[in-house]
């Protein structure tokens, strides 16, 4: 994916590979959450999911223009076994590419994936070689164009 950089007066705008749906804030969280609920779907396991107490970052894409936007939801699933942990990495790698998305990395404890249908990336993360293990999940979405820059600011 190559971006290209345009000059405009005296800054540099990025220009993205493709057209940013146009939604605001409010209904891109309700989206990104939906996603992060089959992801979690996808795995297949019953635990106890945590998400930090920032919930969902908003991220300006200010370097594409003043109205773009993306959200990052980090959360968790906690308190399983060991091998619940290993079965739902193995749920993943088969249900993700059973849902289009693509696996870019895969290793017995991270998984890498994108949904150029959807629009979002995920990566998941088996931290168990700890005192309380888990697994970390972080959903990504592209830039989206906000309805206006204010809306943007209000994130």
């Known amino acids: 994916m190559s971006l290209l950089a345009l000059s405009v007066g ?15 804030p409010d209904p891109a969280r309700a989206k990104t959450r939906e996603v992060s609920a089959r992801l979690l779907e996808m795995a297949g396991v019953k635990g106890e ?57 895969d290793s017995p404890d991270e998984i890498r994936a994108a949904n150029e249908t959807g629009h979002f990336f995920v990566e998941v993360t088996a931290h168990t070689a700890t005192p309380e293990p888990t697994l970390d999940f972080t959903v990504s979405s592209r830039c989206y164009r906000a309805a206006s820059h204010a809306a943007v600011n209000e994130g």
Request: glycine residues 10%; aromatic residues 10%.
């Open 49 to 105: 999911v945590t998400e930090p107490r920032t919930g969902m970052s908003f991220v300006v894409c200010d370097e594409y223009g003043q109205d773009l936007y993306a959200l990052e939801h980090r959360w968790s699933v906690g308190g399983m076994t060991s091998d619940q942990y290993d079965a739902g990495m193995q749920n993943l790698r088969k249900a993700l590419g059973e849902n289009g998305w693509k696996i870019s990395k």
């Open 10 to 24: 005296c800054s540099n705008i990025m220009e993205l590979p493709y057209t940013p749906e146009r939604m605001d």
